[in-house]
């Protein structure tokens, strides 16, 4: 079992940022590749971006190409996902996955564990 717990989340103005972390039980957590994922209300759950086991590899949805960056730690068992350039459309809750696959994956299908979630909230 991996437990994931979010942090980071908030309310801040449109143009804002927000750093966003996820850290890990697991001693193992280099073996699991890492994902952010966000629904918001009435809507359905969606990819975020993702983060291969050793960080070498991303991925990313179109809508947060260029303004989200994910990272990742693996000697403090945390992923992070800094959003620069904050929308109101942004606004949902976030939350971090991990998957055993070891590779980025945009399903949520791929992935085994997730997090409570974190709630951002961009003002207008």
């Known amino acids: 079992q991996v437990q994931l717990v979010e942090s980071g989340g908030g309310l801040v103005q449109a143009g804002g940022s927000l750093r966003l972390s996820c850290t890990a039980s697991r001693r193992t957590f280099s073996n699991y590749a890492m994902g952010w994922f966000r629904q918001a209300p009435g809507k359905e759950r969606e990819f975020v971006a993702a983060i291969n086991w050793s960080g070498g590899r991303t991925s990313y949805a179109d809508s947060v190409k260029g303004r989200f960056t994910i990272s990742r730690d693996n000697a403090k068992n945390t992923v992070y996902l800094q959003m620069n350039s904050l929308k109101p459309e942004d606004t949902a809750v976030y939350s971090c996955?991990?998957?055993?696959?070891?590779?980025?994956?945009?399903?949520?299908?791929?992935?085994?564990?997730w997090g409570q979630g974190t709630q951002v909230t961009v003002s207008s």
């Open positions: 996955a991990a998957s055993e696959s070891r590779f980025e994956r945009a399903s949520y299908y791929d992935y085994d564990y």
